[in-house]
T-cell receptor, first 113, second 114 residues
Framework: KAGVTQTPRYLIKTRGQQVTLSCSPISGHRSVSWYQQTPGQGLQFLFE???????NKGNFPGRFSGRQFSNSRSEMNVSTLELGDSALYLC????????????FGPGTRLTVT | AQKVTQAQTEISVVEKEDVTLDCVYE???????LFWYKQPPSGELVFLIR??????QNEISGRYSWNFQKSTSSFNFTITASQVVDSAVYFC???????????FGSGTKLNVKP
């Protein structure tokens, strides 16, 4: 069974631009969660989507948004990029029921200059 | 306040030594789950174990073992006879009633030297 895939793996953007990251979950998984990982803040939860609905949300500004499609694939968008948005963005998928373990993708390394 | 605390930022051991990674959590929920993940240099987090709040039995998987103690709110991870391939950052995580919202600790970087 294929793992969680994320595209692109690396991105370089300029301040003020917007960016869209994509995540394809493990087949059969209906939940997709997004995390931001930085050296200073560690791993922080952004949001979770289940059956095309946002079910959980972290403490990030509205510039961070996401969506999930009917095939469970998810996209994350960051608008008006700031230097502080430079991070590794990790996507995780799970069955979405109870407390299933999450399986992580390789991440997208975003650099904002 | 941090929900998950991993006080050890970095640990260095020599191959074949045993090493314990500490994890202390904080929650008011009676039902919760605890997890450990490994992040090798490649960056991808690898799931190691899940433990629910009602099961305090220790678990052993090969060279890995976990000690869950609700009385001290700790979920420690021990690697026996460490190997160079164990070098990675290890994260402890907590999931409460919003079960797919994980709170991660800051991670412990383990260096195993030959």
């Amino acid at each position: 069974k294929a793992g969680v895939t994320q595209t692109p793996r690396y991105l370089i953007k300029t301040r003020g631009q917007q960016v869209t990251l994509s995540c394809s979950p493990i087949s059969g998984h209906r939940s997709v969660s997004w995390y931001q990982q930085t050296p200073g803040q560690g791993l922080q939860f952004l949001f979770e989507y289940f059956s095309e609905t946002q079910r959980n949300k972290g403490n990030f500004p509205g510039r961070f948004s996401g969506r999930q499609f009917s095939n469970s694939r998810s996209e994350m968008n960051v608008s008006t990029l700031e230097l502080g948005d430079s991070a590794l963005y990790l996507c995780a998928s799970s069955l979405g029921q109870d407390w299933n373990e999450q399986y992580f993708g390789p991440g997208t390394r975003l650099t904002v200059t | 306040a941090q929900k998950v605390t991993q006080a050890q930022t970095e640990i260095s051991v020599v191959e074949k030594e045993d090493v314990t990674l500490d994890c202390v959590y904080e929650t008011r929920d009676t039902t919760y789950y605890l997890f450990w993940y490994k992040q090798p240099p490649s960056g991808e987090l690898v799931f190691l174990i899940r433990r629910n709040s009602f099961d305090e039995q220790n678990e052993i998987s090969g060279r890995y073992s976990w000690n869950f103690q609700k009385s001290t709110s700790s979920f420690n991870f021990t690697i026996t006879a460490s190997q160079v391939v164990d070098s990675a950052v290890y994260f402890c995580a907590l999931s409460e009633s919003n079960f797919n919202k994980f709170y991660f600790g800051s991670g412990t970087k383990l260096n195993v030297k030959p």
